[in-house]
């Protein structure tokens, strides 16, 4: 079996669009046979010639805080479950949320290598203001732009040497 990545975070903060970017044209398979909050998307990818599979948690998007808050725990639950690296995807252009605070401290009780990685750092300014979700108190920090592709690069070459 392929070394599993996990790509976790709260709503709309870009994990469904760098899946997509990891698999490229290959194709996702669907896997929904356990109800919404545990909808995912299994892919495969490979960088420096290993290859590892990526999911994609989380179609979860209800509107109550509270709610999602439980959809996030239980995304994160299956996720360190079942895989060997996180991804934990925050927004630099939205800022820490407090339910990126959830997050963090639900991953900071495990063992599992956590990546963080700050999507939307589609620029210079962007990337250096990254820097604050240092705070979230994890070590590894990847400013990326799953949109243009800034920053990929450092991050999978990190994630590979983790595998
Ligand atoms: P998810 O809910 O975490 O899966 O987030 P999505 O992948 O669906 O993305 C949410 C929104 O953020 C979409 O409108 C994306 O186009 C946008 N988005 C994703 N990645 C980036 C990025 O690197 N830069 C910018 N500016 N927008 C992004
Ligand atoms: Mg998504």
């Known amino acids: ?20 970017r990891l698999i490229g044209s290959r194709k996702a398979i669907v896997d929904d046979q356990y109800g919404v ?11 420096n010639g290993r290859e590892f599979t990526v999911i994609d948690t989380g179609g979860y998007q209800p509107d109550a805080t509270d709610v999602m808050i439980e959809g996030i725990r239980e995304q994160v639950h299956i ?3 079942e895989s060997d690296i996180i991804l934990f995807v925050v927004d630099t252009e939205a800022g820490i949320t407090s339910l990126d605070m959830s997050v963090a401290n639900l991953l900071r009780q495990q063992e599992k290598p956590v990546l963080l990685v700050a999507n939307k750092s589609d620029n210079e300014e ?16 990847f ?5 243009n592709g800034t920053g990929t690069g450092d991050l999978l070459d990190r994630l590979v040497e983790l595998l």
């Open 143 to 147: 400013p990326v732009s799953a949109i």
């Open 79 to 81: 996720a360190l479950d």
């Open 126 to 141: 962007r990337a250096l203001n990254a820097t604050e979700f240092y705070s979230l108190g994890f070590e590894e920090l």
């Open 37 to 47: 909050t545990r909808d995912r998307h299994y892919g495969e990818s490979h960088w």
């Open 1 to 20: 079996m392929l070394p599993v990545v996990s790509i976790v975070g709260r709503p709309n903060v870009g994990k469904s669009t760098i899946f997509n």
